[in-house]
Every structure is written in structure tokens, then in C-alpha cells.
């Protein structure tokens, strides 16, 4: 009679181990797919708030140009905030899908004199 090797995994033993995986991959991949979604969206809200900061910080310094003859708001591009060095090349890039932002900050001045920029996916007018 012919022994058979005792060490060798059985056809049955292998096509549960592959069935196991598929289970496994099932789970974690949409798990995976969701936790990068949700990484990119936390990148993209941080990069919102850290132009947001920025434009703050240059309108105060430039608020005679910015906000002239008492006016309390204005729409900044992020194309002129790039021009006057108030952001890079890589601050302006949507972690969320790799394309350019272009849309517009509106800052404004509150009674107290404190600015409060906001950032908006919609292109400035004019």
C-alpha cells in the first residue's frame, strides 16, 4: 500500500483558506476605500482652514489695499493669493482628487476690527 504524505494540505483544507481570504478581502477593502475617503476630506477641511488663516494674516497687513475707503469685506482669489505669496503651488491642490482649487475667499472685519476669512469652492466674480 502506497503512503500518502502526511504534510501536504488537502484540496478541501486550501479552498477554505481562499474562502477565508475572500471574506477577509470583502471587509477590508470597502473599510480601506472608506478610511482614505475620510483621511483626504480631513486633509482637504485642514487645508481650507490653514488659507483661511493665511488670507487673515495678509489682509491685516495689507488692509488699506484689501479693504480701502471703509469698506468691511472683500473676495480674494486664491490665483491672487498665490501671486502675492500668501499661498504655494501645494497649498492650493484638492487632496480629495488631485485638481486645482480656483474658488474664492471672502474676508470681512467684524466690529472689533478682528478678520474672519472664508473660503468658497466658487470662482470670485470679476
Not at 8 to 15: D, H, P, S, W
Amino acid at each position: 500500500m502506497v503512503k500518502m504524505n502526511e504534510k501536504a494540505f488537502t484540496l478541501i483544507e486550501l479552498l477554505a483558506v481562499i474562502v477565508i481570504l475572500a471574506v477577509i478581502a470583502l471587509v477590508a477593502v470597502p473599510t480601506v476605500g472608506r478610511i482614505i475617503s475620510q483621511n483626504k476630506e480631513k486633509a482637504y477641511q485642514n487645508q481650507i482652514f490653514e488659507i483661511e488663516r493665511a488670507t487673515e494674516g495678509f489682509v491685516a497687513e495689507n488692509i488699506s489695499e484689501i479693504l480701502p475707503d471703509d469698506t468691511t469685506s472683500a473676495k480674494l482669489s486664491l490665483t491672487l493669493l498665490k501671486e502675492r505669496d500668501v499661498v504655494e503651488d501645494k497649498d492650493i491642490i484638492n487632496p480629495k482628487d488631485g485638481s486645482k482649487m480656483n474658488g474664492c475667499v471672502t474676508v470681512s472685519m467684524d466690529e472689533n476690527g478682528q478678520f474672519h476669512a472664508k473660503y468658497s469652492e466658487t470662482p470670485c466674480n470679476g
